[in-house]
C-alpha cells in the first residue's frame, strides 16, 4: 500500500523517511501460514534474521526454536511440518532479529487450545521482558485477559484506543441479578425507583447500576425488597465484558 | 542500521542459490544435456552438410549462440521465478516490511540470478569444449558479454516476474518472444547467409547484437559490429533498470 496522508513514527522514527530504523524495531506474524515451503526451520529463521540487517547468531535463533518447541525440527522442511507448527515458525521468524515490538495478526485464528494457551504463555514472557505487542483479534476475551491497552476498529476506522482498566470502568456496567422466590408479574411499584429490570418469566430481578456513582443504591435496595414483598433466594453481580463494550461501541457507530 | 543492508543482500542471495543447489537438476544439469542435444542435432545432423562458416567448424560456430541460447532463458526463468514465488506463496509480506533497500532488493535477486546463469554458462562452455574443437581470441570481452548479458535478463526475468500474476504469464515473454528472437537472431548461423531482405529485418532483433558481440569474442567473427553489439547490450541494460526503477517508485503489483 502506498501511503496517502499523515506521518506514522515507530519509536521516534518516521516509517517512510527512516524506513530502516522503524522496521527493524518491528516484527511482523501475518495471520495467513505463509512460509516457505521446501526450505528447513533452521535456515527460514536465519534468513529472516537476515533480512532484518542482524548478524548471524545461532544461539539467539537456538533459544528461539527452543522456547516455540520447533527446536527438534530444525532441519526438517517447512512443508513437513503440521498448521500448528507453521504458525509457531512464523512467531520464530518475526522474533528472529530481536525486535521490540511484535504484530500478532489473529495469531490463534483457528488453532487448537493447547497452542492457543501456548502462545499466550510467550505473549507474557515478551511483554514481561518488554516487547510491545500489537495484537489483533476477534476473540474479545484475549484482548480482555492480555491487553494493557484497547484499540477497537469499526469499518476500517480505529474508532477508540483506550487503557483497558479506565475503558471497562468508564463504559461498564455492573448488574445484580436476584433469582426470586416467587416468580413475579411486574415490576412493583414501591421499587420503581430502582433501575430494576423483570427477566421475562418473572423469575430474575436485575438490578443495573454504576459502580462509579457516589452510591451504588444496593443497600438500600436490599432494604427496600422486603417492604415490597419481594423475597429472593439467590443473588449474583456481574460487571460487563470488554465484548459487551466492544458490541455496545459498534453498534453506536 | 544505516548504509548498505549487507546481512539482508547476503540472505536474499544465499537463499536463491540455497534455491539452486536444491533444483540442481532443473537449473544446470537440465540446461546441459538440452544444450549437449543440440550439438547432437544441429553440430552432427546440419553440421556435416555445412562443414565450416567462415572459417570455424559449423560444431564451434554454434557453441556462444547456444550459451547465449540458455544464457537468456535460464536469466529470464531464474529471475522471474525467485521474485514471483514470493508473491504466489505471500512471503513477499517479510522483504516488503524489512528494512531493505530496493537497490538491496534488486542487487541479491537479480545477482543470485546472474550468478546461476553465468555458472551455466561456464558449464556449457566445459561441454562444448569436451565435444568440438574451441579457441577464445578475446577472453575479456567474452566474460564481458556473459556478465552484461546475465545481467540485463535477470534484470528483464526480475521485471517479469512482478509483472506475472499467474504462471502462464510467467512463461509467456520467454516461450512467445525470447525463444523465437533467439532462435531467428543468428544462434545458429550468421545472419550473412540470410538473403539481404532479412538480413535487414534481422537487425531490428535485439539478440543478433548480444549472439554476434559474444561470438566475436570467440572467433574475431562478427555480424554487426562489436561496439554497436556493445552499445546495444548496454542500451538494453539501461532500459531494464529504468523498468525496475519505476517499478520500485510507484509500487507497481508489489504495494498496489
Known amino acids: 500500500m502506498n501511503p496517502s496522508e499523515g506521518t506514522i513514527r515507530v519509536d521516534g522514527h518516521d516509517i517512510v523517511s527512516e524506513y530502516r530504523a522503524a522496521r527493524s524495531l518491528i516484527g511482523l506474524v501475518p495471520q495467513e501460514l505463509t512460509t516457505d515451503a521446501f526450505e528447513s526451520v533452521w535456515n527460514t529463521v536465519s534468513f529472516s534474521r537476515g533480512l532484518f540487517g542482524r548478524s548471524p547468531d545461532p544461539a539467539h535463533i537456538e533459544r528461539v526454536l527452543k522456547d516455540l518447541s520447533l527446536w527438534d525440527k530444525r532441519n526438517n522442511k517447512v512443508m513437513t511440518l503440521s498448521g500448528g507448527m507453521k504458525r509457531r515458525l512464523l512467531i520464530a521468524k518475526a522474533l528472529s532479529h530481536e525486535p521490540r515490538i511484535l504484530f500478532l495478526d489473529e495469531p490463534t485464528a483457528g488453532v487448537d487450545v493447547e497452542l492457543r494457551q501456548a502462545m499466550w504463555n510467550l505473549v507474557r514472557r515478551l511483554k514481561a521482558e518488554g516487547v510491545t505487542i500489537v495484537l489483533t483479534t476477534h476473540y474479545i476475551d484475549e484482548a480482555e485477559e492480555m491487553a494493557d491497552r484497547v484499540g477497537v476498529i469499526n469499518k476500517g476506522e480505529l474508532i477508540l484506543v483506550e487503557d483497558k482498566a479506565s475503558l471497562v470502568r468508564k463504559l461498564g456496567k455492573k448488574q445484580l441479578t436476584l433469582h426470586l422466590d416467587h416468580p413475579l408479574e411486574r415490576v412493583p411499584e414501591a421499587l420503581a425507583g430502582y433501575n430494576l429490570e423483570l427477566v421475562p418469566g418473572g423469575a430474575d430481578l436485575v438490578y443495573t447500576y454504576d459502580e462509579r456513582g457516589d452510591r451504588a443504591g444496593i443497600t438500600a435496595l436490599l432494604q427496600a425488597l422486603p417492604q415490597a414483598g419481594v423475597r429472593f433466594k439467590d443473588l449474583q453481580t456481574r460487571q460487563t465484558s470488554l465484548e459487551d463494550i466492544f458490541v455496545t461501541l459498534v453498534r453506536r457507530t | ?256
Open chain 2, 1 to 256: 542500521m544505516s548504509g548498505l543492508n549487507v546481512h539482508a543482500i547476503r540472505a536474499i542471495y544465499g537463499f536463491e542459490m540455497a534455491r539452486t543447489r536444491r533444483t540442481l537438476m532443473q537449473s544446470i544439469i537440465s540446461p546441459v544435456i538440452s544444450t549437449a542435444l543440440y550439438f547432437v542435432v544441429f553440430g552432427a545432423a546440419i553440421g556435416g552438410r555445412i562443414p565450416q562458416v567462415e572459417g570455424v567448424s559449423y560444431g564451434a560456430f554454434i557453441v556462444p549462440g547456444l550459451i547465449m541460447l540458455s544464457l537468456l532463458t535460464q536469466s529470464i526463468s531464474n529471475a522471474s521465478f525467485g521474485i514471483y514465488f514470493p508473491k504466489f506463496v505471500g512471503t513477499i509480506y517479510e522483504l516488503l516490511s524489512a528494512p531493505v533497500s530496493y537497490l538491496e532488493i534488486v542487487v541479491s535477486y537479480v545477482g543470485a540470478a546472474a550468478t546461476k546463469s553465468v555458472i551455466l554458462g561456464l558449464v556449457i562452455l566445459a561441454t562444448a569444449a569436451l565435444i568440438v574443437p574451441l579457441r577464445i581470441e578475446h577472453p575479456v570481452w567474452m566474460v564481458v558479454f556473459l556478465l552484461l548479458t546475465s545481467i540485463t535478463f535477470s534484470l528483464f526475468g526480475f521485471i517479469i516476474g512482478i509483472w506475472a500474476d499467474g504462471f502462464e504469464k510467467l512463461q509467456l515473454i520467454p516461450l512467445l518472444i525470447v525463444t523465437p528472437l533467439t532462435f531467428l537472431g543468428g544462434s545458429f548461423y550468421s545472419i550473412a547467409m540470410l538473403p539481404p531482405f532479412w538480413q535487414k529485418v534481422s537487425l531490428f532483433n535485439p539478440v543478433v547484437y548480444l549472439v554476434s558481440g559474444f561470438r566475436w569474442s570467440f572467433f574475431g567473427l562478427a555480424d554487426v559490429g562489436v561496439a554497436v553489439s556493445l552499445g546495444m547490450t548496454c542500451v538494453f541494460l539501461a532500459a531494464t533498470l529504468a523498468v525496475v526503477a519505476w517499478i520500485f517508485r510507484t509500487g507497481y503489483r508489489l504495494r498496489t
